[in-house]
Each structure stands twice: as C-alpha cells, then as structure tokens.
C-alpha cells in the first residue's frame, strides 16, 4: 500500500514553462486527502520550490537542494545535510580552473559571482528545452529568477566558504561546453566526499554523500512511521536514482531518458502530459481495488 509520494519537480512534476498542470495538482490534492504523504524532492532551494508550489495552492513538506535540506509542512528546517567547506573549496577550484560556471546553494539563499553569465545559461536552457524563439520573453524569464531574489550576487564565493554563519548546501554547476563539464567531472570525481548527479546533461550538482534525495527520503519516511517499500517516487533524471533504488514503486517520467527509465518499475507519460498526476491516480485507483 503507498503511504507516501516523493515527486521530483523540473521535468517531473513542472511543465517545461514551470507550470504545474491542473491535473497534476487535482491528482496531489486527491492523495493528500486520502491520507497519503505527499513531498517534493528537488534539486531547488527552499525558495524555488515554494513559490512555484504556492502558486499552484500545494502544500506540502519539500525535501530541498537534493537532500541538503528538508523543509516541514509549516516550512520550518526540520534537517539539513550541509557540505564540508574544505570540499566545497575542492570542488569551486576545480570548477574555475576548467571555465565552469557555477552557483552555490546556502542555508541564506543561492549565490553568484556573474549575474549576466548566469543570465546566458539560463536563456540557453529556456531556448534548448522550451524552443522558445522570442529572445525579449526569453531574457524576461531568465532575469526574473534574478529580480526575484532567488539568486544573490557575490563578489567572490570566499565570503560563503569562510563566514561561519553560511552553511554550503549545494554547488550547481552549468556549461554547453560538454568537453569542459567532462574534464571538470573528473577531477571532481577525485575530491572524497561529494556527490556529483545531474538533473540534465548540461549540469552538474555537487553536494555532501548525505545530501542525496534517497537518502533524504529515507531519513523523511522514518520519522512518519513509513516503510521505504510504501513508497512511490516519481522523477526523470540522474539526481532522482537515489530514490528510486530504495522505494517500493519507483516511476520514470516518459520525457526521462532511457537509462532511467530501465532503473523504475513503471514509466508514466511526459510532463507535458501530466504523467505526475496519471502516475498518483494509477496508484488510488490500485488501492481501491485491493480494499475491495
């Protein structure tokens, strides 16, 4: 029997406008009320997550930052799982050293040394996966990340790394330059102690061994008195395996590469088809029949 849904969000969850469809949020709000523990695993900071939730009347516990920090339903930090400074520095030089542009995910919000470099990535995201054309709507989308307040400007990441008051959740590293990413990869993959997934081939997010959805999940469902094999994830990326290796229902997205697809028990359809919500109504469905 599913006691609890953990659904990841961009490609999963989230259209690729960052909408959440009407039948996905019909489909979380059924679950909830039939007493099914819903929480969003992200790769996003707490204030990413939330506003998008907000906007769609969702409320719900969210396991932040790939696990580096969980957030209650009341928004309160109930746990976090922050890097070492002295790999987070490890992994900073590594990634200047290889012209990698990154940004550091706190305890105090999310920063960067260039906001018009980080403006660039993401307009080359906006254009690679929505195929949006009208350049003027694409800047719009990317500064408002910015204007938002979601990511704070830095004059160097050092503040962060040496002021005890920052705790280093995350750092989210992005580069088209796939031989760059590559050479960056692996030097990280040398630093003990960080993790390195992705949540797209353009990417890599680095954070402490605890800060792993999975593990995060796992940690989240002990203390509500639920087993891991009651559990059904849903996700569509490399930073989602975690989860889906210890949950008893684990569902691929339709739009999640092949790769991922064959570590799940099911494939759902796109998020563009709001495989999200057909995923949980698959899942009510089932225990209404084994009730009867």
Known sequence: MIKCIAIDMDGTLLTPTEEITQENEMAIKKAQKEGIEVVVATGRSYEEASFVLKEAGIQCPIICVNGAEIRSMSHEIVDD??????????AAQALFQNDVYFEVYTNRGTFTVDVEKGIAIIMDILVNIRQEKDIDKIREAAEERFHKGQVHKVDSYEVLFDKDEYKIYKLLA????????????RKLEKIEGLVISASGEENLELTSEKAQKGVALEAFVKGKGIALSDVMAIG??????SMFIRVGRAVAMGNAPDEIKKQCHFVTETNEESGVGKAIMKVLQDEILIKK
Not at 236 to 241: I, K
């Open 81 to 90: 799982n922050p890097l070492e400074k002295s790999i987070a520095r490890q």
């Open 174 to 185: 992005f580069s088209f330059d796939l031989e760059k990413l590559s050479l960056a990869k």
């Open 236 to 241: 569509d990326n490399y930073n989602d395996l």
